[in-house]
Structure formats: C-alpha cells, structure tokens
C-alpha cells in the first residue's frame, strides 16, 4: 500500500505493522485502541497470518512471549491498565531478551481513569515498568504518519537489540484520521535469529530464559543487558528541534502535546517572542544530550505534557541546573489548547523577565 | 592373582558382547544428576515425557515449557528447545508458539500451584480456545519450591506450612479438581489423571502420555492434558514409600485415577 489514504492512526499502526511483516498480533480489546484488534482480526486473517483475541492482557503478552521465542515478529496493543497488566511479561521480555513491539495508545488514569488521551504514562513506559533492571525502547510519534513510520522501525529495532519496544501513542494519535503512506521501509541488517527455539533438530538444545541462578551470574548478565542499553543510547536518539537558532525560551515536548505546542510557539513567534521547540521521538533511550549541550544558551526551559508532571523530571536532569525548568500540563484527559499555551509562554515572558 | 584376574576379565568381556541392552538412558534424557529431592516425582515423570517424545520421533521439532515451580530448570535435564516462563502463563505462551508454528510439538510441564493456583485462566481459556497443545500437571498437593506451603489441590487435613492444622474447608477451600473443571470444556479432547504409585500406574502415565502427544501429532482439535499424581516426600513429611502408599490411600480418592475425556 504506498499510495496516500486517510486512516485512524489505530488502523495505520496496524496496517504499517502487516507491511513491516508482522507474522501475529494477540490483543485484548480496550477503548481507545479497539480499531487495531478489530483491523486485525481481519487483516491477519486475509494474509493467512496469526490473530488471537486473549481472555486479558497478562495472556497477550505471554502469547507475544511464546511467539517471539520462536523468532516470529510479534506485537500486541492495549491501553494503559491493559499495559500495566502487561508488565510482568514485559519483565520477563527483558530478562529473555526476546524481541516484541508493543503499542500504549494511553487513556487517562490512575486507576480505571477515563478514556480520554493522556500522557501519565511516561515513567512506567521509560523506567522499565516491571521488577528489575530493565529498559525498553520508547517511540513517541505526534502524527498518524509519524506513528505509522514507527512500526518498521520499532520492528527493526526491536530484532536488532532483542528487546521491546514501545510505541507510546494517546487516544487523540489513535483515534484521529489523517492522510497516511505506508511505504515498506529498507530494513536494517539484521541478525539471525540463531538463539530460537524451532525445535533441535540437527543442533543442539537452544534454551530461552531469564533465570539466573549462581553467584554473579545474573550480575554478569545484567551487566550484558546495560552495555546493549548503553550502545542504544549512544545510536539510537531521535528527536526534533525546531526554531532553536534564535530561541531564548526552548519548550520539551513530545507527541500530541508538542503537536500543539508547536502550533502555539508558531503563534509566540508571530508576536516576536523568540522561543522554540525540542520534540523527543525516543523517549528512552532520552535525548539527553541534544538537551544538556544547549542548556547554557537558553533563558527558560518549558516543559508541556498531558500529565501532571513525568517527562520534566528528565528535562530537569539534562539541563542540571543551568537554566529554570517550567512545567505546564493537564491530566486526566485535559487537552492543552493553542491558545491556552499561547498564553502560558506569554506570561511566563513576563514573569521570568525578558532580555 | 595376575592370571585369573586377566581371565576373569576377558570372560566378562564375552559376556558383554552377548548381552542384549534391555534398559537405557533415553536420549532425551541428559545425563546428568537432577535437583530433586530423594524420591520426588518429577525425576520419574521426567523420564516418561522424555521416552515418549524419544519413542515418538519427535524430539527434533518439539518445544517444551518449563514452569516456575520446582521443574523451572526440565531444561537441564530434557534435551529439548526449551522455555522459562512466567508463573502460570506457560498455556498462554504456547499458545502463541503453537499458532505461529502449527507444525512444532508443543508441550507445558506445570506443577498444581503453576497450573491449578495462579495460571488458572491461562489453562482454562487455552482449553476453551481448543488450543492443539499437549500440558502434563503435576500434581503433589503442596507447593515444593517455595518451602511446602498449601496449594489448590492440597487435601482436607493436610498439614502444609501455610495449614499448619491441616487444610480446614472453612477459610481454606476444598481441594480443587481441576481437570474435572477442564474436562467439561468442548476444547480439550483428552484429560486422564495419572499416578507414579507403582509400577503399573507409572505404564499407565506413559501409556496416556504418549496419547496426549500422539493427538497433537496427528492434529486433535483441541487440547489434551495429563495430570500425574507425584509423590512429594519432603513437604508430606513422609519416607519415598510412605508418599507412594499416600497417593493411592489418601490422595486418589480426592483426585480419582482415571480417564476423565476422550
């Protein structure tokens, strides 16, 4: 499919994970991501691929567990208490170092919160979310097309480093329709999947596990587990910076909230107030250093989110001090409006002083 | 002393070569000492599971489950692809190896609290799905690998570390028949529970387990399990040979040996 044609972005993800070669999809139905379940089902079906409806997250997940110890590209979607149903199998994932992709399309919580677009889930998503040391990956697109280019890489990303990774969309990403193209993407050289379990035949045993027992041997692994971490944080950083040059005021944001973000620092410029934009794409491994180096330069840091306050937390450590760090969120499926940032970049002008 | 000894030896020697093999290490089995304790179970079941996937052929497409429970490391023992999975979610799991290789064997080997206790919805809706998987449970009423402590089948009165009274109904249920629940389900074709009390139940445990394989071989529409009565000397505070009278007096009255489906 490489023509352009207007999806939501839950049948985009979807559709662009069939085209990434997506061999089974296991999900649970929970509003707002029910398009990908219901594209799936269909979709899979068609193409002779596997589609499984799980009795709940937990069996999802471990149903993503078995089929990529097999060495079959694998992925479930869900929403945030679905995810945190998940993340004992997303445990698990690390330890086995087992390649799956996973999509958040995040609701409102804590708890059973609400069904409106949220980004409480930041801290679950970038520190690990289950027991022990671990990563994941973490794509944060801000529009269908966007989201719809992250499945391919996710896919790649996930094959190449034997890890999950997480693509964190909101209700807003997944429910909304825009224009999309899904051209299959050139591959990454990948490595072979020689570790899977295929039954031994003509080989010896091949063994997938995240037991370790022995003095130092789960150190030592763990150890294994942050050198690939380190390796993905030195190679794998994406993120955008828009009208940076000039800027005195530098706003942090990521997916539907920088989206809108973006649209009020438009507005601030209209009205020569220099500021500008950093979007993290990742956000683990955080784009750390593309933030710490140009901290001295700037008068303010923002940070916008749909949350109460996650995503700032990490602004704060990359800039270390050197400049003040500002926050200005919404929860609970509170949208921020153009206007409304407009007015909050305006004030905080006022209130910090400008040069 | 020299000469006789030389000719003792060479005598040795032809009867050797006109010895037939009657009994060997199967090749599915590795060779080497297990973790369990003298007179568990699991060391026998082991060996059955490994002869009929050797006696089947199909050891090279196979797949195992290893659960979290005492058999967390079958994989050192079982020369297999094998997998460790989270507690209780090893039905889950193979349905997703299953449903992305339908031509592969695959096998969970899951103890009563993996199985019975915290993967309850996980066996029960890869039933009801008529998943084509083959589970053997292992059944020893108590829950070995985290000190004996009471486990859904644990029987009225016994005593565990979590009933130090015994299991009393009244706050601590009944003994739960699991494969009876499984058996009403249109998606498991075959359920028999088994016992290693003996030589002739030990056959039989071959017999249904070669079965339960044999199914998923030659394509059943659903699921078949085997639930093998195993004797836990250690946390039933009783000598190998008590254990083994215990199953057949105490333990398969409340758990009744036999075909259940199929």
Redesign the interface.
């Known amino acids: 499919m490489s023509q352009r044609v207007l999806m939501c972005g839950n049948e985009a993800l979807a559709e662009a994970a069939i085209v990434a070669g997506c061999?089974?999809y296991?999900g649970y139905p929970i509003t707002p991501q029910n398009e990908v379940t219901a594209y799936m089902s269909r979709r899979m079906a068609e193409l002779d691929r596997?589609f499984?409806q799980?009795?709940?997250e937990?069996?999802?997940i471990?149903?993503?567990?078995?089929?990529?110890?097999?060495g079959?590209r694998?992925m479930t979607s869900s929403s945030s208490p679905g995810i945190s149903l998940m993340q004992?199998?997303l445990s698990?994932l690390a330890g086995?170092e087992l390649p799956a992709v996973v999509v958040n399309v995040m609701r409102g919580g804590p708890g059973l919160g609400n069904i409106s677009p949220s980004q409480g889930d930041y801290f679950q998503s970038t520190r690990g979310g289950g027991h022990g040391d671990y990563r994941t990956i973490v794509l944060a697109p801000s529009s269908v097309q966007e989201l719809a280019d992250c499945m391919p890489l996710a896919f790649d990303l996930a094959d190449q480093y034997r890890m999950t990774v997480l693509i964190l969309a909101d209700g807003i990403l997944g429910q909304m329709m825009e224009p999309v193209t899904l051209d299959p993407k050139p591959r990454r050289e990948l490595p072979a999947k020689d570790w899977a379990?295929?039954?031994?035949?003509?080989r010896q045993?091949?063994?997938?596990?995240?037991?370790w027992l022995g003095e130092g041997v789960l150190e030592a692994h763990n150890e294994k587990l942050q050198a690939k971490y380190r390796q993905i944080e030195a190679n794998e950083v994406l993120c955008e910076e828009y009208l940076l040059d000039d800027a005195e005021i530098v706003v942090v944001a990521y997916g539907v909230a920088a989206r809108i973000t973006r649209a009020a620092v438009d507005k601030a410029r209209e009205q020569a107030i220099p500021i500008g934009l950093i979007r993290p794409i990742t956000l683990w491994p955080f784009p750390q250093e593309q933030i710490s180096r140009s901290a001295e330069k700037f008068r303010l840091f923002l940070t916008v989110e749909m949350s109460t306050g996650q995503m700032v937390e990490d602004v704060k450590l990359a800039v270390a001090g050197k400049a003040p760090v500002l926050f200005y969120g919404r929860s609970g499926g509170g949208v921020p409006a153009v206007d409304e940032l407009l007015q909050t970049i305006k004030q905080l002008t006022i209130t910090e002083g400008r040069t | 002393m020299i000469a006789p000894e030389r000719e003792h030896v060479g005598q040795q020697n032809e009867e050797q070569e006109t010895m037939k093999a009657v009994f060997e290490r199967t090749s599915v089995l590795k060779d080497c000492p297990t973790h369990y304790c003298p007179g568990c179970g699991h060391g026998i079941a082991h060996r059955l599971v490994a002869e009929v996937i050797d006696e089947l052929g199909i050891?090279?497409?196979?797949?195992g489950i290893a659960p979290v429970g005492c058999a967390?490391?079958a994989?050192n023992y079982l020369?297999?692809?094998?997998?460790?999975?989270?507690h209780g979610?090893a039905p889950?799991?193979?349905?997703?190896?299953k449903?992305?290789?339908p031509d592969?064997?695959i096998f969970s080997y899951q103890g009563d609290g993996d199985l019975a206790a915290i993967g309850t919805?996980?066996i029960i809706?890869a039933a009801?799905?008529a998943e084509q998987l083959t589970v053997i449970f292992i059944n020893n009423a108590v829950f070995g690998m985290t000190g004996g402590q009471m486990a859904p089948t644990t029987v009225l009165g016994q005593v565990t570390a979590t009933t130090p009274a015994g299991r009393q109904s009244n706050g601590q249920g009944y003994p739960l028949q699991i494969s009876e629940l499984l058996a009403i389900l249109p998606g498991a074709v075959y359920v028999e529970r088994c016992a290693l009390s003996g030589v002739a139940r030990i056959r039989q445990a071959k017999a249904a387990l070669k079965h339960a394989f044999q199914l998923q071989i030659d394509n059943a529409p659903g699921l078949s399990l085997v639930e093998i009565l195993s004797p836990c000397p250690t946390y039933w505070r009783m000598s190998p040979s008590k254990a083994m009278t215990w199953i057949e007096e105490e333990m398969s009255k409340v758990f009744p040996i036999g075909r259940l489906k199929g």
């Open positions: 061999d089974a296991f596997v499984v799980s009795e709940s937990l069996a999802a471990n149903m993503v567990f078995g089929a990529a110890a097999t079959k694998t004992e199998g698990y086995a379990l295929t039954g031994c035949e003509g045993q091949n063994i997938v596990r995240s037991l | 050891q090279g497409r196979t797949i967390v490391l994989y020369d297999l692809d094998m997998i460790e999975v989270a979610r889950a799991v193979a349905t997703g190896m449903r992305t290789n592969r064997i919805a996980e809706h009801h799905r």
